[in-house]
């Protein structure tokens, strides 16, 4: 992992992502940032959240139109591996650890021949408050 200068910005959006438990865009932490008074240009946005997501600092979920959402993750779940249950009304994110899931994708490659594996699997739902 290289070793990122800290900067002003750095440390707006990393303490924004910090108070955020659903994933969001790098337009929707721009607008946020600006609406906070911090001066962050979104060419800025983006080029620090290509960062943090190359150094494992943000998870990064596709969404099925291709735009790029993020989520700093607690930091527990942050140094594991692990999966997010989102709901598709709201954008609510839990984290969620799948160790049988984990058993099985590692058991797939095997049985074909592979070795390290990865995977990302996002599950989506309707949480208790939107269903309610």
């Given at each position: 992992?290289?070793?990122?200068?800290?900067?002003r910005q750095r440390?707006?959006?990393?303490?924004?992502?910090?108070?955020?438990?659903?994933?969001?865009?790098?337009?929707?932490?721009?607008a946020q940032l600006?609406?906070?008074?911090?001066?962050?240009?979104?060419?800025?946005?983006?080029?620090?959240?290509?960062?943090?997501?190359?150094?494992?600092?943000?998870?990064?979920?596709?969404?099925?139109?291709?735009?790029?959402?993020?989520?700093?993750?607690?930091?527990?779940?942050?140094?594991?591996?692990?999966?997010?249950?989102?709901?598709?009304?709201?954008?609510?994110?839990?984290?969620?650890?799948?160790?049988?899931?984990?058993?099985?994708?590692?058991?797939?490659?095997?049985?074909?021949?592979?070795?390290?594996?990865?995977?990302?699997?996002?599950?989506?739902?309707?949480?208790?408050?939107?269903?309610?």
């Amino acid at each position: 992992m290289s070793t990122q200068r800290v900067t002003r910005q750095r440390t707006a959006l990393r303490e924004l992502l910090d108070e955020l438990d659903e994933f969001r865009s790098a337009q929707q932490l721009h607008a946020q940032l600006l609406a906070r008074g911090a001066g962050v240009g979104l060419a800025t946005v983006y080029r620090t959240l290509g960062s943090m997501a190359q150094a494992g600092e943000v998870d990064v979920l596709r969404t099925e139109q291709g735009e790029s959402l993020y989520l700093r993750c607690a930091p527990l779940a942050a140094r594991t591996h692990h999966h997010h249950l989102v709901c598709r009304v709201c954008g609510r994110t839990v984290d969620v650890a799948g160790p049988n899931l984990e058993e099985y994708v590692d058991g797939i490659g095997r049985g074909q021949g592979f070795v390290d594996v990865e995977h990302t699997l996002e599950l989506r739902g309707t949480c208790a408050a939107c269903a309610g």
